[in-house]
């Protein structure tokens, strides 16, 4: 079955908290037969990234985070024809009972979600597999040039074949937005 990535940042990471993420098909939600598309907790870096089916683009799902330290939270999110990519913004519990210290600050969390989300997003946008192939053409181009170009031609040309190559390669993964 294909799949799309997922990305919820913004979380406590894995290590200092006992962070639950489940996400649920939006139309069975809250029935005794609600679809549990993925459950599970996130890295160490606050986010959690898993694989959505196919069929679920521009479809409305159902996120629960579970926190003993933050309310708990539930979204309905649309996930784009790129996949799902949100961050999300915590709020302190007021049951909390402050004698422990908060895993992370929840507005420090939501600005770095945010950078780590929009760079996540833009490589996803900006991919472009004709660079990504052109970007491969240079390379093995570049390799192979000292072979069929003997002396210092041979170096100068591999070597230009090697900086267009990686110029090419910012293109190709999204990390620059494309022609």
């Not at 799949?3 to 489940?22: E, Q, Y």
């Not at 979600?113 to 946008?125: C, D, H």
């Not at 900006?126 to 970007?135: D, G, K, S, V």
């Not at 002396?151 to 190709?172: E, R, V």
Request: aromatic share 12%.
């Amino acid at each position: 079955m294909p799949m799309i990535p997922a990305h919820i940042n913004g979380l406590p990471p894995a290590k200092t908290s006992d962070t639950k993420v489940v996400v649920f098909d939006n139309r069975t939600f809250g029935s005794s037969a609600a679809i549990r598309l993925w459950e599970g907790k996130p890295d160490k870096n606050g986010c959690a990234n898993f694989k959505l089916p196919k069929k679920y683009k521009n479809k409305v799902i159902h996120l629960v985070i579970h926190n003993k330290y933050f309310e708990h939270l539930g979204e309905k999110l649309t996930v784009s024809q790129l996949g799902l990519y949100h961050t999300v913004k915590l709020n302190i519990c007021i049951l909390h009972d402050r004698v422990e210290p908060l895993p992370i600050d929840p507005n420090k969390a939501y600005l770095q979600g945010q950078e780590i989300m929009r760079s996540i997003y833009r490589k996803a946008k900006h991919r472009n597999y004709f660079m990504a192939l052109m970007f491969f053409i240079t390379t093995v181009g570049a390799t192979f040039a000292g072979w069929f170009i003997a002396d210092i031609t041979g170096l100068f040309l591999g070597s230009l074949l090697a900086i267009i190559s990686l110029k090419l390669g910012a293109y190709a993964i999204g990390y620059e937005k494309g022609i």
